[in-house]
Every structure is written in C-alpha cells, then in structure tokens.
C-alpha cells in the first residue's frame, strides 16, 4: 500500500477516483488492531498494490480529518473505504473488515 502523508496528496488521489477507484485504509500506529489490519490488507496489496492506500493518523492527521470531511464517513481506527467518483461506495471498521470482502470489492474495479 501506498501512504499519503499530505492533503495535496490525498487531493490528487481523491480527483483521479472517476477513473481510478480505490481503497484507503485509516489505521493507528499505536494500535494492535490496526497493526493486525495493516499486515491483513498488505496481503491484498500483492494483487491490488495500485488500488490501495493508507493513512497512519499520527502522523497525518490533516490528511485524516480531510477524508472524513470529503466522504462525509465517521473518523475510526482501523478504517477502509472503496472509494469511486469522488465517494465512499464501502467502509467497515474494526472487527468488521473482512479481507475476503474487500478482494472481492477490489476485483469489481480491475
């Protein structure tokens, strides 16, 4: 997965999801879950590397805060959100990400 540490970032990402869905995944540095999930979705990324993102909301949490105003979904750690044409089409947090899930999600926008 790919981080994005800024908002320019986030910004340039988030324009290119009418042509480019994705999923982003909000996790903790601090967290044992998140970490659990970060090792899980890094498993997905072999086959989805370009379709996903993360954001570790320490260290970016301007970036965290603007995801949550952009896509109008509930800041939570851990977090993953499909998004396509600027909106969140999927979100699950904590014991509610389910990899299978999302692969198959994923596989909708190959």
């Known amino acids: 997965m790919k981080r994005i540490k800024t908002t320019e970032e986030w910004k ?3 324009e290119k999801s ?3 869905p994705f999923l982003i995944a909000k996790l903790s540095a601090t967290c044992s879950l998140s970490g ?6 890094s498993k ?3 086959d989805f590397d370009d379709m996903m993102y993360e954001v570790v909301v320490q260290e970016s949490r301007d970036v965290s805060d603007m995801i949550t105003d ?3 979904v509930a800041h ?3 977090q993953v959100i499909l998004v ?4 969140a089409v999927f979100d699950a947090d904590h014991d509610d990400i389910d990899t299978e899930e999302l692969q198959d999600k ?3 926008f190959q």
């Open 18 to 20: 009418d042509k480019s």
């Open 12 to 14: 340039d990402i988030l």
């Open 76 to 78: 939570e750690t851990p």
């Open 84 to 87: 396509e044409d600027k909106e």
């Open 44 to 46: 997905l990324s072999t």
């Open 106 to 108: 994923l596989k909708k």
């Open 70 to 72: 952009d896509l109008g």
């Open 36 to 41: 659990f999930y970060a090792r899980e979705l």
